[in-house]
T-cell receptor, first 111, second 109 residues
Framework: NAGVTQTPKFRVLKTGQSMTLLCAQD?????MYWYRQDPGMGLRLIHY???????AKGEVPDGYNVSRLKKQNFLLGLESAAPSQTSVYFC??????????FGPGTRLTVT | GENVEQHPSTLSVQEGDSAVIKCTYS??????FPWYKQELGKRPQLIID?????GEKKDQRIAVTLNKTAKHFSLHITETQPEDSAVYFC????????FGAGTTVTVRA
């Protein structure tokens, strides 16, 4: 039982490049989330999903897209990376709106 | 949306002493208040949570209190140990979680 996993752990992008972050969970959770963490700002919600095939915007969605084609996976895409997207990205999942469990994070640097 | 403020931003305590972190929230409809602990380079981990129908919850050395009237809640850590050193985040939600900015707790030996 791996819980929540994220791929990759680290990535360096040049401005304008694209990439996809993968989140996977094996707890059969309906709800999944993508957050970004910046120094002194806590965790901010980017997008979330309340079930397979659904997605919704969070607090800071601009510049990101998501997809939830399978219940266990939640993908976060950056179509044209900008230096402002340098951050640590965390995925989380939960059975309902409570008790979110986080993945190990992806450290992204955009130069 | 919900706005969560967390104080202090840093806290240094002597080993064995107590630590208290306070958070305020803006949306009176919020009904779920978790606390997360994040060690350096690691993922946030849920350590305790409380729902709006409860005023206090305790788990060994940690406790959380909630004052719905004043819209604030607090984390209390007693008999602090070096392994309690970490960043602690509070959050509040009706549905989506809104996080505070975090408190860096350092326990001095």
């Amino acid at each position: 039982n791996a819980g929540v996993t994220q791929t990759p752990k680290f990535r360096v992008l040049k401005t304008g490049q694209s990439m996809t972050l993968l989140c996977a969970q094996d707890m059969n959770h309906e709800y999944m989330y993508w957050y970004r963490q910046d120094p002194g700002m806590g965790l901010r919600l980017i997008h979330y999903s309340v079930g397979e095939g659904t997605t919704a915007k969070g607090e800071v969605p601009d510049g990101y897209n998501v997809s939830r084609l399978k219940k266990q996976n939640f993908l976060l895409g950056l179509e044209s990376a900008a230096p402002s997207q340098t951050s640590v990205y965390f995925c989380a999942s939960s059975r309902d709106w409570f008790e979110q469990y986080f993945g190990p994070g992806t450290r992204l640097t955009v130069t | 949306g919900e706005n969560v403020e967390q104080h202090p931003s840093t806290l240094s305590v002597q080993e064995g002493d107590s630590a208290v972190i306070k958070c305020t929230y803006s949306d009176s409809a919020s009904n779920y208040f978790p606390w997360y602990k994040q060690e350096l380079g690691k993922r946030p981990q849920l350590i305790i949570d409380i729902r709006s129908n409860v005023g206090e919850k305790k788990d060994q050395r940690i406790a959380v209190t909630l004052n719905k009237t004043a819209k604030h809640f607090s984390l209390h850590i007693t008999e602090t140990q070096p392994e309690d050193s970490a960043v602690y985040f509070c959050a509040a939600s009706l549905y989506k979680l809104s996080f505070g900015a975090g408190t860096t707790v350092t326990v001095r030996a």
